[in-house]
């Protein structure tokens, strides 16, 4: 049974920091592209980091860039996702998944397994 566990977030002031775990099971992380997307209420969800199964290759959106790191400790089969210097925009229920696909990718559609996300709050 495939199973992610998303946890981690919870409430921080402006210029803070998160760090997110995603730990798998019923499946080995390095067979597959990870992803982290976040979503706000009546917007789509929105990939912000992926890691390409391929070679190990990462992505950041423009938003995260320089702010948010994504690494995996494969002993553990968990990826993570440090934040810093958050912003209350940075708001949203946060999700880790895993795709099939090669190279990852920042589309909800290419991914066939999910956390059940978590909820970061940055206040101002």
């Known amino acids: 049974d495939v199973q992610l566990q998303a946890s981690g977030g919870g409430l921080v002031q402006a210029g803070g920091s998160l760090r997110l775990s995603c730990a798998a099971s019923g499946f080995t992380f390095g067979d597959y592209s990870i992803g982290w997307f976040r979503q706000v209420p009546g917007k789509q969800r929105e990939g912000i980091s992926h890691m390409a199964k391929s070679d190990g290759s990462i992505w950041y959106a423009d938003s995260v860039k320089g702010r948010f790191t994504i690494s995996t400790d494969n002993g553990k089969n968990t990826v993570y996702l440090q934040m810093n210097s958050l912003k209350p925009e940075d708001t949203a229920v946060y999700y880790c998944?895993?795709?099939?696909?090669?190279?990852?990718?920042?589309?909800?559609?290419?991914?066939?397994?999910w956390g059940q996300g978590t909820l970061v709050t940055v206040s101002s």
């Open positions: 998944a895993a795709s099939k696909f090669s190279w990852g990718g920042s589309l909800p559609a290419l991914y066939d397994y």
